[in-house]
Every structure is written in structure tokens, then in C-alpha cells.
Nanobody
Framework: QVQLVESGGGLVQAGGSLRLSCVFSGGTFSTYHMGWFRQAPGKELERVAQITYSGGTTLYADSVKGRFTISRDNAKNLVYLQMNNLKPEDTAVYYC?????????????WGQGTQVTVSS
């Protein structure tokens, strides 16, 4: 059974940076497409970034383009989300997700989430 565990969230001032990590277990990581999603209080789940199984293709939400970078290390079963120039509107619970198909939503496997809070 695939399991995902996020880490790296926390409290940061606006303009600061954080790097989220997600460790994958229970499957062959290099065959799974990965994504980062977030949900702020009272708002819908939002896709933040995605990366293909090989790392060759990445996609970003318009709201984070130029500030966030998704990457993966298939040797270590890790996917990262580097977040720079953070804004208060980035405050949310961030979730890592995995799926064998490359799609925009409804990923098959999800982590428990990690809280990111950006103060103004």
C-alpha cells in the first residue's frame, strides 16, 4: 500500500522560503506521477504543482509560477516543493499526492498534510 508522509511545513514571514518534502513508500516511486496540492480554510483544494514520473515535465498553478519549484529524487523516493517569496495567501495545509496516471485531480494516494503559515 502506497504511503506518503509530508514534512517541512511551519511558520514563516512573508518573503521567506520553505522546502516541503514528501517520502513515498509501498510501491515503485519511479512509476508514479506526483503532485502537491493545498487547501486553505474555507477554500477548495487547489493543485499547486505536478511532476511526471521521470521528472521531465512539471506543471504549476498560475498563482505560484516563478516562486515554487517541484522536484523529485527517484533514488531516495522523495518529492520536494521549494517555496520562495512566500505570501500570506500561500497559507494552507499542503498535501503530497501520487498517481500512476498523469491527471489534474483525484489522485489515488494522499499524505496527511503539513501546515504552512505565512505571516504578513
Amino acid at each position: 500500500q502506497v504511503q506518503l508522509v509530508e514534512s517541512g511545513g511551519g511558520l514563516v514571514q512573508a518573503g521567506g522560503s520553505l522546502r516541503l518534502s514528501c517520502v513515498f513508500s509501498g510501491g515503485t516511486f519511479s512509476t508514479y506521477h506526483m503532485g502537491w496540492f493545498r487547501q486553505a480554510p474555507g477554500k477548495e483544494l487547489e493543485r499547486v504543482a505536478q511532476i511526471t514520473y521521470s521528472g521531465g515535465t512539471t506543471l504549476y498553478a498560475d498563482s505560484v509560477k516563478g516562486r515554487f519549484t517541484i522536484s523529485r529524487d527517484n533514488a531516495k523516493n522523495l518529492v520536494y516543493l521549494q517555496m520562495n517569496n512566500l505570501k500570506p495567501e500561500d497559507t494552507a495545509v499542503y498535501y503530497c499526492a501520487a498517481d500512476l496516471q498523469f491527471k489534474a485531480s483525484m489522485f489515488d494516494y494522499w499524505g496527511q498534510g503539513t501546515q504552512v503559515t505565512v505571516s504578513s
